[in-house]
């Protein structure tokens, strides 16, 4: 792109001081959370079928618009010394609504009165990290299992809200996200892989905007009626075999692949990348969310890879490190080289290095849009200002 060429993108004059722009279980099934019925649904309690318009529920099935609307030019490579922008912020929370998520963070039980549950854990934690940002970054979020879930029928238990039901990322939106605990309770199985391609939909299009998605959850994914109940890894553990012989048992296999396989489009395809936070006893599927954590591009540097929150204060350092590491570190370049290494990145005047790992450094998260983020010592050290870099264009785009 030659440098006459103008560069169309939202984020210009734009600074943004934040952006918290980044598996679910069958709760009581995935043996994580306690005792189990005869007949296990997804997160089955003996609470009555809630009435409801099937027409406004989302199956786990359902067909995933997967389009992605750019609507801006890659920037191209302009030889010279650059201040870079503090890109736009927008993040989405994909959040646990699941049966088990009435139980407590450090056992397999339900919590008693006076006791905080996970439900409680994650209100408290979201009100505390992101309450102070909601006129700075756009933040959304959807709950799964759709509100009306049933506890008691495996295949209504999957079910997700429509798209009206999920709130869609825009400033001031903490009070509207927290409300949802208010209004709701925890019910139903885990739809992780359809909840997760359903909240991607609801992400800008545009690949100018650092935005990034939050999936916190207290298990395993299920809820994919597909899948091989007699061959398949079961999240139900009480009674032995439950995926093989309980109805539509196949609905409490593991939906790792799925998952994993959704994650990685969303990471590759729109250059979304997932955060994954654990809440509660969530070492039975370690693997899983690890797993999860790597395939959104935003694993930790230690073991495990996904945010393990075992305490309210976990789950609230969990949230601020997401927020923070993204929120004052992701920057939009005004020129981008062909080569990945021909452009110097620098803080204050010193030259930091390229991180491909994601620990202390930069890395390009969307390099064709001039999308950067600078990691660990390097993103404590930035600001609005003081980030720059020098690109060098050999040969120069034609």
Known sequence: MSPSRPLRHVFRGAVVFGVLAAAASC??????????????????????????DALADVRDDSPIDATIDVIEEPVGCVPGKFTFTLATAQL?????????????????????????????????????TITPFTSQIAMGARFYPAANASSTDAVLACIQDPASGAISPALNNAAKILDVFKKTEPIGGTPTATALQLAAQEVSSSRAVARAMVIATDGAPNCNGSL??????????????????????????????????????????????????????????????????????????????????????????????????????????PSSPQDPNAISVEIGGATIARDPDHLDGWDWIDQEYGHLQLFGAACALASATNVSGTVTCDPPDE
Not at 30 to 35: E, K
Request: glycine content about 8%; proline content about 8%; some cysteine.
């Open 228 to 333: 091989d109940r007699n061959t398949c890894t079961c999240t139900a553990t009480t009674p032995p075999n439950a995926c093989r012989t309980a109805t539509n048992g196949a609905s409490n296999c593991l939906d790792d692949a799925r998952t994993l396989q959704t994650i990685t489009g969303i990471v590759s395809n729109r250059r979304i990348p997932v955060y994954v936070i654990g809440i509660g006893v969530t070492a039975s599927f370690a693997s899983t969310l690890d797993a999860m954590a790597v395939a959104g591009g935003r694993p930790r540097a230690g073991s495990p890879k996904y945010y393990a929150a075992g305490t309210p204060a976990d789950l609230t350092a969990a949230f601020t490190v997401v927020r923070d590491s993204v929120a004052n570190c992701s920057y939009i370049t």
């Open 92 to 128: 989405m929370f994909v959040l646990d609504r699941s049966l088990s998520m009435n139980y407590l963070l450090t056992s397999n039980s339900p919590a008693l009165p006076g006791q905080t549950s996970r439900w409680q854990a994650l209100e408290s934690s979201l009100s505390q």
């Open 27 to 52: 709760g009581s099934r995935t043996g994580l959370f306690g005792p189990e019925p005869p007949d296990p649904v997804p997160d089955a309690s003996l609470d009555v079928i809630v009435p409801r």
